[in-house]
């Protein structure tokens, strides 16, 4: 069995995910629950949870501000929360678990058996300070400056600067990172995925199986699409519908 702590401000969360646990997720047994982020630190003291379901935004500190207590934690994360996109992006960033209330039965066992495979694995301490150390260098800006993140893989996470990525490619279901210097990472997450999560961070989809980051581009040629030529010296399609966009944004733009 696996030993969970549930933090949640509002009882009736507390309850209600309790309830749903006990019920569904057999593998796992509630020790605690928490109402505060002091409340938290001393039951994660005292009951050392291998799991904790961590509500996002609390009175007395968010969830993020209690992960920052721990140097080194040895339980493993699954955020809660019922908003604030400003958070999810971070999560994302970092490639952590979350849970959007209300919970959904089907996504809480699936993030509640990721959690167990990573305990049992004994693979949750290592992952976890590496995503958290990608959330704490996002969350040191106001309202997270994204410059860190984590890359599922194949073989595991690999965590890169986010200014070091020349582009992204579909490849079916997956996604390809070209870096700049010389690797290829590939992501077992679609493009689509990233285009959400990096549009904020300078980059634009020119073609629907690319998408570039826009301080790499070293020219744009022009054509019935066009195309850029990156810093590598890779040429990238525009697509014609994308064109003007483009256009207008580098016109504007400043690196």
Same mark, same amino acid.
């Given at each position: 069995?696996?030993?969970?702590?549930?933090?949640?401000?509002?009882?009736?969360?507390?309850?209600?995910?309790?309830?749903?646990?006990?019920?569904?997720?057999?593998?796992?047994?509630?020790?605690?629950?928490?109402?505060?982020?002091?409340?938290?630190?001393?039951?994660?003291?005292?009951?050392?949870?291998?799991?904790?379901?961590?509500?996002?935004?609390?009175?007395?500190?968010?969830?993020?501000?209690?992960?920052?207590?721990?140097?080194?934690?040895?339980?493993?994360?699954?955020?809660?929360?019922?908003?604030?996109?400003?958070?999810?992006?971070?999560?994302?960033?970092?490639?952590?678990?979350?849970?959007?209330?209300?919970?959904?039965?089907?996504?809480?066992?699936?993030?509640?058996?990721?959690?167990?495979?990573?305990?049992?694995? $004994? #693979?949750?301490?290592?992952? !976890?300070?590496?995503?958290?150390? %990608?959330?704490?260098?996002? &969350?040191? /800006?106001?309202?997270?400056?994204?410059?860190?993140?984590?890359?599922?893989?194949?073989?595991?996470?690999?965590?890169?600067?986010?200014?070091?990525?020349?582009?992204?490619?579909?490849?079916?279901?997956?996604?390809?990172?070209?870096?700049?210097?010389?690797?290829?990472?590939?992501?077992?997450?679609?493009?689509?995925?990233?285009?959400?999560?990096?549009?904020?961070?300078?980059?634009?989809?020119?073609?629907?199986?690319?998408?570039?980051?826009?301080?790499?581009?070293?020219?744009?040629?022009?054509? $019935? #699409?066009?195309?850029?030529? !990156?810093?590598?010296?890779?040429? %990238?399609?525009?697509?014609? &519908?994308? /064109?003007?966009?483009?256009?207008?944004?580098?016109?504007?733009?400043?690196?």
């Amino acid at each position: 069995m696996i030993s969970a702590l549930i933090v949640d401000d509002e009882e009736k969360n507390r309850e209600a995910l309790a309830k749903m646990i006990d019920q569904f997720c057999h593998d796992v047994t509630i020790i605690g629950k928490a109402a505060s982020v002091a409340e938290a630190k001393t039951c994660i003291a005292e009951l050392k949870p291998q799991l904790v379901l961590l509500d996002i935004e609390m009175p007395g500190g968010d969830g993020f501000s209690l992960l920052e207590e721990y140097e080194n934690p040895d339980f493993d994360v699954i955020f809660t929360t019922a908003h604030a996109a400003y958070a999810i992006k971070a999560i994302k960033f970092a490639a952590l678990d979350y849970l959007l209330k209300p919970i959904n039965l089907n996504e809480l066992k699936t993030a509640v058996e990721k959690a167990i495979t990573n305990i049992q694995e $004994k #693979g949750s301490g290592a992952n !976890l300070n590496k995503k958290l150390e %990608v959330l704490r260098q996002n &969350r040191q /800006k106001k309202d997270f400056d994204f410059t860190k993140i984590a890359l599922p893989t194949l073989d595991g996470i690999d965590f890169y600067d986010v200014d070091d990525i020349l582009r992204c490619e579909a490849d079916r279901a997956y996604c390809k990172f070209y870096l700049s210097n010389g690797k290829t990472i590939v992501v077992s997450k679609s493009l689509k995925e990233f285009e959400e999560l990096l549009s904020e961070c300078n980059f634009f989809r020119v073609h629907k199986s690319n998408m570039v980051n826009l301080k790499h581009i070293k020219k744009y040629y022009k054509g $019935k #699409g066009g195309y850029v030529v !990156l810093a590598d010296d890779t040429h %990238v399609d525009v697509s014609v &519908r994308r /064109k003007e966009e483009l256009m207008n944004i580098l016109a504007n733009y400043r690196k």
